[in-house]
């Protein structure tokens, strides 16, 4: 194999595959990336056998062929190459790779592809084809809610359903619930449940881009991303997602509408008082202003007025303020209608095909 690039170009695609590699694999081969030349083109693979994610860039093909490289080592190394400069790869015997520019040269000893695991194929099966920026959107409104508690493994996912030709994200960790539906440009009849890992999630957000196409395809116990260049693949989390339609409230009459920013930045200046064992912030509601405040023994109070428009009854209710800005900051409305029902019961937010549920926390 031999190949000639531009440093940034390669650099790039290392940096799109690099991520999910694990420096303490259980396998030496897991550390590894898999070069592979094709018609003018370069794929680099990696993979850590619940994730696989594989990139195409352009190169100058002199010789096809394949071997797989340490990931850090050879990352380390081009990154260092001097300049911008062209950098020329080629693999000698007992897949020793010789990486060389004008007037500097490494070598570094590779693996076979043989020992490199496969990634799974997924042959006729049918693709949702959906904008990538619509997708990134969806899953910014989703992913903070998903659980890292792993006796609850089936919450450590976000749940992709495809129903009616709709695409639905839902995610909770059981102390708020977060649910988008997107609808789909192509008809899609059957309904198909998945549970994806927030790992996954991570990787696909890293790499999606406005204006391009993304195509899913599902496959048993496995779902790929073509996002064009790059290609995620990943095992999905296996079980009964729960109904989470059942705690959904129907549309409330009492509804505050708020201007976000300013919602935002008053949770936000609360939360700098807030402490593991003093979490709750303080919002007490009357008509036209929200009173929002933070008392913590031992470090002190804030208190912040906030004008909104609410003919309702006086409440007074306390939320973990983190919950209410990993919504708040990913919304883009000006305005926001905050539905409150009491001191006990749950808020919604509900915009547009969008609906965040948080459960209230005892005050004191």
């Known amino acids: ?22 420096s303490k694999a259980a396998l030496p081969i897991l550390s590894h990336i ?33 071997v797989s490289v340490p990931a850090k080592r050879f990352g380390d190394i081009i990154r260092e190459l001097p300049g911008t400069t062209t950098t020329t790869i080629n693999t000698k015997k007992n897949n020793l790779v010789l990486i060389e ?27 949702v084809k959906m904008e990538q920026g619509i997708l990134k959107e969806m899953l910014a409104l989703t992913s903070f809610a998903v659980s890292f508690d792993e006796t609850r493994y089936i919450l450590n996912g976000i749940l992709f359903k495809i129903e ?34 927030i790992k996954t999630i991570h990787e696909l957000n890293r ?28 095992r999905l989390i296996e079980g009964e997602f729960p109904d989470y339609r ?22 936000r200046r609360a939360s700098l008082l807030a402490t593991p064992d003093y979490q709750a912030v303080k919002f007490e509601v009357f008509k036209n202003k929200m009173v929002v405040s933070k008392s913590t023994p031992d470090i002190g109070e804030s208190r ?10 006086e409440i007074m209710i306390g939320f973990n303020p983190n919950y209410l800005i990993d919504v708040l900051k990913n919304l883009e409305e000006e305005k926001l209608n905050f539905e409150l029902t009491d001191g006990e019961k749950p808020g919604v937010i509900r915009v547009d095909g969008y609906i965040y549920i948080v459960l209230p926390m005892r005050l004191g």
Do not use: H, W
Not at 39 to 58: F, H, M
Not at 164 to 190: C, H, W, Y
């Open 164 to 197: 009616n030709n709709s695409l639905t994200l839902v995610a909770t960790d059981g102390k708020r619930l977060a649910v988008i539906e997107r609808k789909l440009k192509q008809s899609f009849d059957k309904t198909v449940k998945v549970i994806v890992p």
């Open 304 to 313: 912040e007025e906030v004008p909104v428009d609410y003919q309702g009854r």
């Open 34 to 66: 898999l070069l592979e030349t094709g018609n003018n083109s370069l794929r680099l693979t990696a993979t850590d056998l619940d994730i696989g994610i594989s990139c195409v860039i352009p190169v100058n093909v002199l010789e096809t062929g394949s």
């Open 101 to 127: 520019t004008e007037n500097c040269q490494f070598k570094i000893i590779g693996l076979p592809k043989e020992e490199f695991p496969k990634l799974p194929e997924f042959k006729d099966k049918e693709a």
């Open 207 to 234: 790499n999606l881009s406005d204006g391009k196409e993304v195509s899913l395809i599902l496959g048993n116990n496995q779902v790929l991303f073509d996002l064009d260049s790059v290609v995620v693949i990943s």
């Open 1 to 22: 194999m031999k190949f000639s690039v531009d440093k940034s170009v390669l650099l790039e695609g290392i940096q799109a595959v690099q991520n999910i590699i694990s």
């Open 246 to 267: 059942q705690v959904i409230p129907p549309p409330s009459d009492t509804k505050m509408q708020i201007s976000r920013e300013q919602f935002l930045l008053a949770v």
